[in-house]
């Protein structure tokens, strides 16, 4: 299968066959730059109005951070952060686990990332849930913090 085919399977209705494509393209990104010319794709996925490909572009995004050599992870960060005050809490996790692998890359970007994600209200979670985030905000922090 080739790169575009898997993209599109990241639209797929089946969630697993997406799912494992995010999974493919996940490694991939994790070992060769071949993504970082969808990094625009990833964006428009990341503020998709379907919650399954919100996420998956949102991860997608954070992935090619080690690859960034035109700052567009920096011109994108605040559109895609607005996933931290996703109605899904699910949703939130991810991307507070994801906003790891943008961290040690993109070292200028970290305050903004800290105050993005000190700034999750968890008031709104059920009481399951909201433990579960503040520890992910906490683990963030805490790597953005020995950054320094």
Not at 49 to 62: A, D, H, Q, T
Request: proline share 3%; glycine share 0%.
């Amino acid at each position: 299968m080739n790169l575009e085919s898997i993209l599109d399977t990241l639209f797929d209705k089946d969630t697993s066959k997406a799912f494992e494509s995010l999974k493919e393209l996940e490694l991939l990104s994790d070992n060769t730059d071949i993504l970082y010319p969808y990094i625009n794709k990833f964006v428009e996925m990341a503020n998709s109005e379907k919650n399954v490909i919100r996420v998956r572009g949102f991860r997608l995004f954070c992935k090619q951070a080690k690859w960034d050599t035109e700052n567009m992870i920096n011109k994108h960060l605040n559109d895609v952060l607005v996933i931290l005050d996703d109605e899904k809490p699910t949703a939130i996790r991810q991307a507070l686990q994801y906003l790891e692998f943008i961290v040690p890359y993109k070292m200028e970007l970290n305050e903004r990332i800290k105050e993005a994600a000190l700034s999750i209200d968890c008031t709104k979670f059920k009481d399951t849930m909201r433990p579960l985030i503040e520890k992910d905000v906490q683990n963030l922090v805490r790597l953005i913090e020995t950054q320094y």
